[in-house]
């Protein structure tokens, strides 16, 4: 015999579900202007620094896209970068050419300024993140334990019934029926899209980090403290050397006439 269905009172709908709703979209908005106020001022970057970064990512984008070129300008560029490379034209460091056989002892990342700095701007996030979804949290399993706030309108497997009956012990229970801290959570994981409308696509509500502004060239080949700049260069350099170029004008009439032929 089928389990009767549940009615809920209007009530849960006004005093509980909007309002965990409303809470949790004001404490995301608050937690991305917190987070931009305890983040530290960037640091000034030495310029030799940006140009030993930046001409590793060159060698990386002639690579990538050398196609785009004339074969006679992809082999000077590529003559050029092999030899600074191997060289050590664009290191920071000239005398890391001279001692590029010494041992070197691992580095300390405490003794770092700028991994410092970013450790810190990680600890503060963490921090902004976690307390006050374990105060919204708190608050919701103390006023509102074994609530059944909503059905959703669609049917569900029974997988889902760990996930949206939270904090209900009911085993006869629909699936499609979802408890307070369930709708906590569907609300913590399924916020993004609304943060992104009020607060834009780079923000810090959600609590992840946005990767879209990054080079993709630096994060595949980004310099890290204590690498072995030097060593990187030489990878590059001979990266470059078995780089064979395909141009892609390479027989472009033929190919125009036979795709509108």
Known sequence: MAAPDLVLDPSLRDWVLFPILLVMILVGILRHYITLLLQSPPKQQDLAAIREQQSLARG????????HISPASFEARKKYLIQAFKDGEFLKDPDAVKNKDAPKAPPNP??????????MNMLKGNMVMIVPQTLIMSWINFFFTGFILMKLPF??????????QSGVATRDLDVRWVSSISWYFLNLFGLRSVYDILLGSNNSASGSMDMGG????MMSQGLQPGQDTYKMFLSEAENLELTVHEYLLDDIEER??????
């Open 256 to 261: 125009v006439l036979a795709k509108y032929e």
């Open 214 to 217: 990054m080079n993709p060239a």
């Open 155 to 164: 049917p569900l497997t029974i997988r889902f019934k760990s996930i949206l």
């Open 110 to 119: 405490l003794t770092d300024p700028g991994g410092m700095d970013q450790m």
């Open 60 to 67: 990386v984008s002639l690579r990538n896209n050398g196609k």
